[in-house]
């Protein structure tokens, strides 16, 4: 079955400056790669999502790239916000399976 | 809110008791999804329901017993549960199931506790 990587568990980083989330997959079949946001008490909130016919996608201060040769693909937050304080979840989906398959997460703190 | 609701949000129970959750979706699905969240552990599929068929059974013990009625309605029904089963329960939904790569909305989940 399909194994999926994240890295790394923690992330600390000041306010305003950027962060990076990165997660690898084991399925070369995978199409569909979703990052989810997940607050305290809330379940996981989907934030972005590429999909396999694209490299990257933006969405004003959050980016996705999809290397596909390399089984590899990253969140990229610019401008961070202490609201962007969170555990974020990279998944992949696809190669037949009719769910996700998530990674461990990674729990972003924004220092102020 | 993401039109995806789950009651009970908490859920005390002993091992030999049993008890139902249930998740109900607003959004004109027409699959709906378990997952099943432990601490430092990735979230992991349960089961899957496409248009109220199972479609698919991730190895999950008999003694969690899911029910899906129709597409807006999902239960999961526990019986004689262990300790380790203690985690957070989310249910999900999305258009299609996932092979067609719809987005998937997740409810608040249910925590809980095996005494």
């Known amino acids: 079955g399909e194994n999926v990587e994240q890295h790394p568990s923690t992330l600390s980083v000041q306010e305003g400056d950027s962060a990076v989330i990165k997660c690898t997959y084991s399925d070369s079949a995978s199409n569909y790669f979703p990052w989810y946001k997940q607050e305290l008490g809330k379940g996981p909130q989907l934030i972005i999502d590429i999909r396999s016919n694209v490299g990257e996608k933006k969405d004003q201060r959050i980016a996705v790239t999809l290397n596909k040769t390399a089984k590899h693909f990253s969140l990229h937050i610019t401008e961070t916000q202490p609201e962007d304080s969170a555990v974020y979840f990279c998944?992949?989906?696809?190669?037949?399976?009719?769910?996700?398959?998530f990674g461990k997460g990674t729990h972003l703190i924004i220092q102020p | 809110e993401t039109g995806v609701t789950q009651t009970p949000r908490h859920l005390v129970m002993g091992m030999t008791n049993k008890k139902s959750l249930k998740c109900e979706q607003h959004l004109g699905h027409n699959a709906m999804y378990w997952y099943k969240q432990s601490a430092k552990k990735p979230l992991e599929l349960m089961f899957v329901y496409n248009f109220k068929e199972q479609t698919e059974n991730n190895s999950v013990p008999s003694r969690f017993s899911p029910e899906c009625p129709n597409s807006s309605h999902l239960f999961l029904h526990l019986h004689t549960l262990q300790p380790e089963d203690s985690a957070l329960y989310l249910c999900?939904?999305?258009?299609?199931?996932?092979?067609?790569?719809?987005?998937?909305?997740f409810g608040p989940g249910t925590r809980l506790t095996v005494l």
């Open positions: 999900a939904s999305s258009q299609y199931k996932l092979a067609g790569n719809n987005e998937q909305f």
């Open positions: 998944a992949v989906a696809g190669g037949g399976a009719d769910g996700l398959t």
